[in-house]
């Protein structure tokens, strides 16, 4: 399995940004389905010393506005709270990408999303972890959301840890 090494070091990284705790559960659930040894942080936990050596890492965020969510829209929820109050005391994925020391190994990307939602997060997720030298062949998947706040809808985090286990086989 790709997420432990001999001696037990980390291989497996899954980090992500959650806003709503949907995005988070995701992650944890594709973590479990890496298997032992994989972790799933937050950007404010994935620093550059626990990444070192990660062979996989798999970045997700939530969709919003079309894309992964941009420094302004992070703002703008701040100031205008609506519903359900959102965890804005991680650095936004956008914000860790851009600081992803460079790096080799298999990256792969997801997003949390409403079905119907147009755009992508994955898109861009992407495009950093390949910038930093993560090869990821286009490897991405989305997870739904059943409202803007969640929650996920039936059968996702079954699908995540699926996904997951597919990932530490390859």
Same mark, same amino acid.
Request: hydrophobic fraction near 40%.
């Given at each position: 399995?790709v997420a432990e090494r001999e001696g037990?070091?980390?291989?497996?990284?899954?980090?992500?940004?959650?806003?709503?705790?949907?995005?988070?559960?995701?992650?944890?659930?594709?973590?479990?389905g890496i298997g032992e040894g994989a972790?799933?942080?937050?950007? !404010?936990?994935?620093? =550059?010393?626990?990444?070192?050596? @990660?062979? %996989?890492?798999? *970045? &997700?965020?939530?969709?919003? #506005?079309?894309?992964?969510?941009?420094?302004?829209?992070?703002?703008?929820?701040?100031?205008?709270?609506?519903?359900?109050?959102?965890?804005?005391?991680?650095?936004?994925?956008?914000?860790?990408?851009?600081?992803?020391?460079?790096?080799?190994?298999?990256?792969?990307?997801?997003?949390?999303?409403?079905?119907? !939602?147009?755009?992508? =997060?994955?898109?861009?997720?992407? @495009?950093? %972890?390949?910038? *930093? &030298?993560?090869?990821?062949? #286009?490897?991405?998947?989305?997870?739904?959301?059943?409202?803007?706040?969640?929650?996920?809808?039936?059968?996702?985090?079954?699908?995540?840890?699926?996904?997951?286990?597919?990932?530490?086989?390859?």
């Amino acid at each position: 399995m790709v997420a432990e090494r001999e001696g037990g070091d980390v291989k497996a990284v899954v980090v992500y940004e959650s806003l709503w705790g949907n995005t988070a559960a995701i992650a944890r659930a594709i973590a479990e389905g890496i298997g032992e040894g994989a972790v799933a942080l937050s950007t !404010s936990e994935a620093a =550059a010393e626990r990444m070192a050596g @990660a062979d %996989l890492v798999v *970045a &997700g965020a939530p969709l919003l #506005g079309f894309s992964l969510p941009t420094e302004q829209m992070r703002e703008s929820i701040r100031s205008q709270p609506q519903g359900k109050q959102p965890d804005l005391s991680s650095p936004s994925m956008r914000s860790w990408l851009e600081a992803l020391p460079a790096a080799s190994g298999r990256g792969a990307a997801f997003e949390t999303r409403i079905r119907w !939602s147009p755009g992508s =997060a994955v898109k861009t997720i992407l @495009a950093g %972890l390949e910038k *930093a &030298g993560y090869g990821t062949g #286009g490897t991405a998947d989305r997870f739904i959301v059943t409202g803007r706040y969640g929650p996920l809808k039936d059968g996702e985090l079954q699908r995540a840890r699926a996904w997951g286990e597919m990932l530490g086989r390859a």
